[in-house]
């Protein structure tokens, strides 16, 4: 956009759009792994990856990860 002669306050609403979508797609990941690999995870559901660690390295994985995310 910034090449094509758009203006840059338009780019940046546009990056803006763009960082809120993939926010919202890492909250509904984040619920949907708390949900089946967490919570579910003495049912036997989630992700094979997940079945072979214990409840409490799931959370601290996911603390791990949420760190990352929002820093």
Do not use: F, P, W
């Not at 759009?17 to 919570?39: F, G, K, M, P, Y």
């Not at 049912?43 to 820093?71: C, F, P, W, Y």
Request: net charge negative; proline share 0%.
């Amino acid at each position: 956009m910034v090449t094509g002669g758009d203006y840059c306050c338009d780019v940046l609403v546009q990056m803006a759009a763009v960082r809120s979508a993939l926010d919202q797609a890492a909250v509904e990941i984040a619920a949907n792994h708390v949900e089946t690999c967490i919570i579910g995870h003495e049912k036997g559901n989630g992700h094979v990856q997940a079945l072979e660690m214990s409840k409490d390295d799931l959370i601290d994985e996911l603390r791990t990860t949420l760190k990352r995310l929002v820093r």
